[in-house]
């Protein structure tokens, strides 16, 4: 499975991608900070699920989120982007 970690704190995303990494099943094929690096990654990439924090500079999860799911690709529908947050409220 490829996947795609963004996380705009650098902690997260670093432990993100060394935990997935140690499934061999599973390769983290990129990572980003912010929702523009996601779209980016997500059209290079073309990953299996996306892994997205939802707040962050410059472009949120959410709007990164709306964008890939309107990029000319078939596939776009049925991608996983799987919302993350440390903010609990």
Do not use: C, W
Not at 5 to 23: A, K, N, P, R, Y
Not at 49 to 60: A, F
Not at 65 to 74: A, G, M, Q, S, V
């Amino acid at each position: 499975m490829r996947v795609i970690v963004v996380d705009d704190d650098q902690l997260v995303e670093m432990s993100l991608t060394t935990i997935l990494g140690s499934d061999e099943e599973i390769e983290v094929v990129g990572s980003g900070h912010d929702g523009s690096e996601a779209v980016a990654l997500y059209q290079k990439e073309k990953p299996d699920v996306v892994l997205m924090d939802i707040q962050m500079p410059r472009m949120d999860g959410y709007t990164a989120t709306r964008e890939i799911r309107t990029l000319p690709n078939n596939r776009k529908a049925i991608v996983p982007i799987v919302a993350m947050t440390a903010n609990a409220f």
